[in-house]
């Protein structure tokens, strides 16, 4: 293409017509300049087609994030249900009972353990000075 606008070029010079360089000339500029456009184009394009993978990506990472943390709230409200469930039994069976057997003893000290590792303990209700 470019030995073909080489050739034409080279012509119009030995014919001595200005006008038709001139033409021929802006002609040319006109080209480069369309070329120079579809090249920023397709950039752009590719641009936007990595944002766009990138966006992709992140929102799979979103997603993938936001099951394991379902998940765990899942198993963290199981584990306050159970917590509720026991302390209610061990409250029930220390106002009602005057003596506990060793069943009933072990399912407060469950309640106990859970209330410990689930909630802020308060030491002054567990400290006897």
Do not use: C
């Amino acid at each position: 293409m470019l030995t073909f606008l080489r050739k034409i070029r080279k012509s119009l010079i030995q014919s001595g017509s200005a006008r038709k360089y001139f033409l021929y000339a802006i002609g040319e500029i006109a080209l480069v300049v369309i070329g120079i456009l579809i090249a920023l184009s397709i950039n752009n394009w590719n641009d936007i087609k990595k944002q766009h993978r990138t966006d992709i990506e992140f929102l799979n990472n979103l997603k993938d994030e936001m099951i394991l943390d379902t998940m765990a709230m899942s198993f963290q409200i199981k584990s306050y249900n159970d917590l509720n469930k026991n302390t209610s039994i061990a409250l029930t069976l220390i106002d009602t009972s005057e003596v506990l057997n060793e069943a009933e003893t072990k399912l407060i000290s469950k309640a106990i353990a859970q209330a410990e590792y689930l909630l802020p303990v308060k030491k002054a209700s567990i400290e006897t000075e």
